[in-house]
Nanobody, 117 residues
């Protein structure tokens, strides 16, 4: 099984910045061969894609965060980061780390981000 543990959420004013961190552990064939991503869920809505760092170092962002967020991965530390700047109230939600390994999708427990106006 794969475990993902997020941290770094909190309360921030609009225009501020946050760094979210996700540490991956468990039975993984190779950390460098799995995609690592972030999704966000707000009350009453489905979990939505935010950013992805693929196994081959490609990066993809949602339109909502593109230009304001950067996803990076440190395979040596089994960690993926999401740096968010110029935060907006609509960025508020629970941010989940996600990966997919050998047919199984694994999610972290989430970290709350609240952006006040």
């Amino acid at each position: 099984q794969v475990q993902l543990v997020e941290s770094g959420g909190g309360l921030v004013q609009a225009g501020g910045s946050l760094r979210l961190t996700c540490v991956v552990s468990g039975t993984i064939e190779s950390i460098s061969s799995i995609p690592l991503g972030w999704h966000c869920q707000t009350p009453g809505k489905q979990r939505e894609f935010v950013a992805l760092a693929s196994a081959v170092d490609g990066k993809t962002y949602s339109g909502a965060v593109k230009g304001r967020s950067t996803i990076t991965r440190d395979n040596a530390k089994s960690t993926v980061y999401l740096d968010m700047k110029n935060l907006k109230p609509e960025d508020t939600g629970v941010y989940y780390c996600v990966t997919h390994d050998r047919g199984v999708t694994s999610w972290g427990q989430g970290t709350q981000v609240t952006v006040s106006s």
